[in-house]
């Protein structure tokens, strides 16, 4: 089998649509583009979302916000949970074993009288307390 000697295979290739070549074949006068108008015009682009001077979908769907990708803090109250002021160390596990909170948390946030007071025992980077004493 010779370069020179290939063929595409039978049925694979079609000829091309010639417009505007007379009536008989069937694409002449306009040219398949039908009627008058902006559309039948050389150069004609529609805009993206652009339905004929319809309201577009996008804009007639309500708005929805964003959902922010910083993190917030689980947040627990030592004041209604005592079990967390209890403990000698705090941290992600030690809490996990008194309190359950989703698997998610990447940070805890203890609030409440007493939080302070618990700075020291804290032993994990991703435990803080609240500000005020």
Do not use: W
Not at 58 to 74: D, N
Not at 79 to 87: F, R
């Amino acid at each position: 089998m010779a370069l020179e000697n290939l063929k595409p295979a039978q049925g694979s290739t079609k000829d091309r649509k010639r417009v505007g070549r007379g009536q008989g074949s069937g694409m002449g006068k306009t040219s398949t583009r039908g009627g008058k108008g902006q559309t039948a015009r050389t150069g004609y682009k529609a805009k993206r979302g652009f339905e004929g001077g319809q309201q577009p979908l996008q804009r007639r769907l309500p708005k929805v916000g964003f959902t922010t990708q910083i993190a917030k803090p689980y947040v627990i109250n030592v004041e209604k949970i005592t079990k967390v002021a209890e403990l000698a160390e705090i941290t992600l596990d030690s809490i996990a074993s008194v309190h359950k909170f989703p698997a998610s948390t990447l940070k805890i946030k203890l609030i409440g009288k007493g939080a302070s007071e618990l700075a020291s025992k804290i032993k994990d980077e991703r435990i803080t307390t609240s500000g005020r004493a």
